[in-house]
């Protein structure tokens, strides 16, 4: 069994920065790529970023290129969503997700393993 555990949310200002993080315990081997996805109150989950095992091969979602970056480090088993700029329509809960395949989709069917989520609130 696979443990995700999201942390790093909170209530920022718009234009801040945040780096939210994510630890993977259990069996750390049935995880190969990640991603994060958010959901905010009324929407469909959606994706944001993925990175493959290795880190070779990032994949952002054109909503937030340029002002998220994702990163893992696999001798930790975390993996981290830096975020630069935030606003308050990216009020959401940020998930992060892993799948046994090393292909970081951007469907959230394609991902087995998630963890409960961190809020992150942006007031307008």
């Known amino acids: 069994q696979v443990t995700l555990v999201e942390s790093g949310g909170g209530l920022v200002q718009a234009g801040d920065s945040l780096r939210l993080s994510c630890a993977v315990s259990?069996?750390?081997?049935?995880?190969?790529?990640m991603a994060w996805f958010r959901q905010s109150a009324g929407k469909e989950r959606e994706f944001v970023s993925g990175i493959s095992q290795n880190g070779g091969y990032k994949d952002v979602a054109e909503s937030v290129e340029g002002r998220f970056f994702v990163s893992r480090n696999n001798a930790k088993n975390e993996m981290y969503l830096g975020i630069d700029l935030l606003k308050p329509e990216e009020t959401a809960v940020y998930y992060c997700?892993?799948?046994?395949?090393?292909?970081?989709?951007?469907?959230?069917?394609?991902?087995?393993?998630w963890g409960q989520g961190t809020q992150v609130t942006v007031p307008s």
């Open positions: 259990g069996r750390t081997d049935y995880v190969a790529a």
């Open positions: 997700a892993g799948r046994g395949r090393d292909d970081p989709s951007q469907s959230d069917e394609d991902y087995a393993t």
